[in-house]
């Protein structure tokens, strides 16, 4: 159990257009989710804490007009860099979580290029 | 908010060898340590995690350790393998968010 997915696994694209990341918890109802993000050979960073219904909490220096955030659903996540960049291109990795607990079951990650 | 320190950066060990990797934290309010293995390309992976009212936790060959006064936890590897070979990750809990250490990359000598 505990199965978070995300989709797409890796995307390249190309300055200045938008790329969309989804993530879900396939076997079990989340009502927060998390997004960080993993330059290479660095550890995780938290952008954003999501909850389903409402608007996500960014971190400080995460710029929420540029890495929008949908949370529309207990079960889906999107994540949306717009206008993207070279300096944008990283791994993307979601959490997910059940009420009340802390655990926070990771998916495999989404590699954005950007050229 | 909660820095969390990793130790050392990178570790190489003989097969069979344990490894030992330390971290420290720095509000005393977090009260759940997970422990992470990221396999290059691949998203964490949780292998054993700790809460701040237990002391020690072993699963198989893996064990973890909290020492609430001083700040610190440690993941203990005994008989590694290969297969452990990865970067391991210490992570922090506070209000419901993670504070991840910077890392530790293991390579586990044939």
């Known amino acids: 159990g505990a199965v978070v997915s995300q989709h797409p696994s890796w995307v390249i694209c190309k300055s200045g257009t938008s790329v969309k990341i989804e993530c879900r918890s396939l076997?079990?109802?989340?009502?927060?989710m998390f997004w960080y993000r993993q330059f290479p050979k660095q550890s995780l960073m938290l952008m954003a804490t999501s909850n389903e219904g409402s608007k996500a909490t960014y971190e400080q220096g995460v710029e929420k007009d540029k890495f929008l955030i949908n949370h529309a659903s207990l079960t889906l996540s999107t994540l949306t860099v717009t206008s993207a960049h070279p300096e944008d291109s990283s791994f993307y990795i979601c959490s997910a979580s059940l009420p009340g607990r802390d655990e926070q079951f990771f998916g495999p990650g989404t590699r954005l290029t950007v050229l | 908010g909660e820095n969390v320190e990793q130790h050392p950066s990178t570790l190489s060990v003989q097969e069979g060898d344990s490894a030992v990797i330390k971290c420290t934290y720095s509000?005393?309010?977090?009260?759940?340590f997970p422990w992470y293995k990221q396999e290059l390309g691949k998203g964490p992976q949780l292998i054993i995690d700790?809460?701040?009212?237990?002391g020690e936790k072993k699963d198989q060959r893996i064990a973890v350790t909290l020492n609430k006064t001083a700040k610190h936890f440690s993941l203990h590897i005994t008989e590694t393998q290969p297969e452990d070979s990865a970067v391991y990750f210490c992570a922090a809990n506070l209000d419901y968010k993670l504070s991840f250490g910077a890392g530790t990359t293991v390579t586990v000598r044939a």
């Open positions: 509000d005393s309010a977090s009260n759940y």
């Open positions: 076997d079990f109802q989340a009502t927060t």
């Open positions: 700790i809460r701040s009212n237990v």
